[in-house]
């Protein structure tokens, strides 16, 4: 597969055309964002653990029956995606109160989530992300209500596969977003799953090992996912 033109430059990944219209590769850059691209640094091996880490993860997903857009790893930092025509909503479950639920509702940090919640928000870094609700979806034609539908049943099947997934590494799975697209009429999941997309806890510590460490100046970022990549099995 020949890698064409540049189609795309986001915060964390560059996208690129290829010698075929229904597929896109996409490169994961060291760059790491937080606060709508207020701050952005380079995080040396994060490309790398992020595209391995999304490849893994997806690859469990579509197992599982949620539809991706992953195809196959190229190299370290890229792989080969179907092209989606993406939809402009964050989908956001949560597990376990943190970041900006606990900000806007008063709830405090740790405070488990029964059932699990689901918020939308608008992609939009100028607006900063605004949180939105079915009905703006619906008057602003971002989604079809069907469309709507389907994404937040994958949104939820993605919660109990990956609930399992991580809790059989002794972490706990406390919030993550996921973006969907069309490719050809079906509802496909697109973006990226890793830890720059989800808050991850050490199950006994509770320890933070996601972009928290980055966004609160922790410390050890990459050696937090790497970390989660090892206890998964995705490195050695
Ligand atoms: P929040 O607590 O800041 O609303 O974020 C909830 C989860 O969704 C958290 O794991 C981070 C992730 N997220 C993103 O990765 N990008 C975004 O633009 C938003 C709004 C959330
Ligand atoms: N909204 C994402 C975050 O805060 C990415 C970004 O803002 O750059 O993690």
């Known amino acids: 597969m020949q890698k064409l033109a540049e189609l795309y430059s986001g915060k964390a990944k560059t996208v690129y055309t290829t010698d075929d219209q229904d597929r896109v590769i996409i490169h994961f850059r060291d760059d790491t964002s937080a606060f709508d691209g207020q701050k952005i640094v380079q995080l040396p091996r994060k490309g790398m653990v992020n595209n391995k880490f999304n490849a ?32 402009p909503v964050e989908c956001v479950v949560r597990n376990i109160a943190a970041g900006s639920l606990c900000r806007r509702l008063g709830i405090e940090e740790g405070r488990p989530l029964n059932p699990a919640t689901l918020e939308f928000f608008l992609k939009n870094d100028a607006l900063r992300d605004p949180m939105i609700n079915e009905y703006h979806i619906r008057t602003f034609g971002w989604a079809s209500d069907a469309e709507v539908e389907r994404m937040k049943e994958l ?14 590494a002794d972490i706990l799975l406390v919030d993550y977003k996921l973006e969907f697209g069309r490719f050809h009429g079906e509802i496909v999941l697109g973006d990226e799953f890793s830890p720059d ?40």
């Open 56 to 87: 893994f993860i997806m690859q469990r997903l579509a197992e599982e029956g949620v539809p991706t857009h992953f195809e196959r790893l190229l190299s370290d930092n890229e792989s080969v995606f179907k092209k989606l025509q993406m939809i």
């Open 155 to 168: 949104t939820f099947r993605a919660n109990h596969i990956l609930q399992a997934l991580f809790l059989e």
């Open 197 to 236: 997309g989800c808050r991850l806890w050490d199950a006994a510590t509770r320890q933070k090992m996601d972009k928290d460490r980055f966004r609160q100046d922790l410390g050890n970022v990459i050696e937090a996912y790497e970390e989660v990549g090892r206890r998964l099995g995705i490195f050695l």
